[in-house]
């Protein structure tokens, strides 16, 4: 979950703030690519471009409510983030705050 190089132009592809710094959300997490169910479902190219651009606040919001294998067996699409109600409530409430806002954000779920 490395960042992206700094660049002001970006938006995040969850909750469509411009200007923020982007960071790339894996939608199959890369420590379940070993996994036997997760090879059988998605093929190799799939496992390593399926990929979101995301602000750092979603990107925590993220890992603080879903496990990784939850991530890569249920929501491992934008589509798939966005229904999940907690993070549905996290994004509309944080599409409308400013670039640099940095809300408190709860200890990831492991």
């Known amino acids: 979950m490395a960042d992206t190089p700094p660049d002001?132009?970006?938006r995040c592809e969850l909750c469509g703030r411009v200007g923020v710094r982007t960071t790339r959300h894996h939608l199959?997490?890369?420590r379940t690519h070993r996994l036997?169910?997760?090879r059988k479902r998605f093929d190799r190219e799939e496992r390593l471009t399926a990929i979101l651009h995301i602000c750092r606040p979603c990107h925590s919001h993220i890992h603080a409510v879903l496990g990784e294998k939850e991530l890569a067996e249920t929501?491992?699409?934008r589509a798939a983030?966005?229904?999940h109600p907690e993070i549905?409530?996290?994004i509309d409430w944080l599409a409308d705050k400013p670039a640099g806002f940095r809300p408190q954000i709860r200890r990831?779920?492991?």
Do not use: Q, V
Request: hydrophobic share 25%; proline share 10%; charged share 45%.
């Open 8 to 10: 002001t132009d970006k």
């Open 28 to 30: 199959i997490p890369r």
């Open 36 to 38: 036997k169910r997760i």
């Open 75 to 77: 929501y491992n699409s």
């Open 81 to 83: 983030l966005r229904e």
């Open 88 to 90: 549905a409530t996290f």
């Open 108 to 110: 990831p779920k492991r």
